[in-house]
């Protein structure tokens, strides 16, 4: 894999674990300190200036409470895994915020697909 694409999934892999990271309540201080390593090294995962290992997503997805797999997930850039992920999101809302957000995100995709 070419760096630029490493480095590309490395900060969007960074922006997941940040976000499951202030959805579950909890500071850099906090994650550093359950994994036992600096709050550098957790900084650093998150701006996607250190790539995590398998292991350390493993360690991450335990405290967040959720699979390890939606942090990937969450970062991919295929439009299979994102439709995952917007059913995850989907899951959360109740069925008329459900088809609030659907009628939003047809009109955006209707509107982004017309030719220019």
């Known amino acids: 894999m070419a760096k630029t694409k490493v480095d590309a999934l490395a900060l969007s892999i960074g922006k997941a674990i940040a976000a499951r990271r202030?959805?579950?309540?909890?500071?850099?201080?906090?994650?550093a300190e359950q994994l036992k390593i600096g709050?550098?090294?957790?900084?650093?995962?998150?701006?996607?200036?250190?790539?995590p290992t398998v292991a350390r997503l493993l360690e991450l997805a335990g405290l967040f409470n959720c699979d390890a797999s939606s942090l990937l997930v969450e970062s991919s850039n295929r439009p299979a895994e994102q439709a995952q992920h917007l059913v995850q999101m989907l899951a959360r809302l109740n069925?008329?915020?459900?088809?609030?957000?659907?009628a939003m995100v047809e009109q955006l995709t209707n509107r982004l697909a017309k030719p220019s």
């Open 22 to 31: 202030q959805d579950a309540g909890l500071t850099q201080e906090q994650v």
């Open 39 to 51: 709050n550098e090294a957790v900084s650093r995962m998150e701006r996607g200036l250190v790539m």
């Open 95 to 102: 069925s008329a915020d459900r088809e609030m957000v659907l």
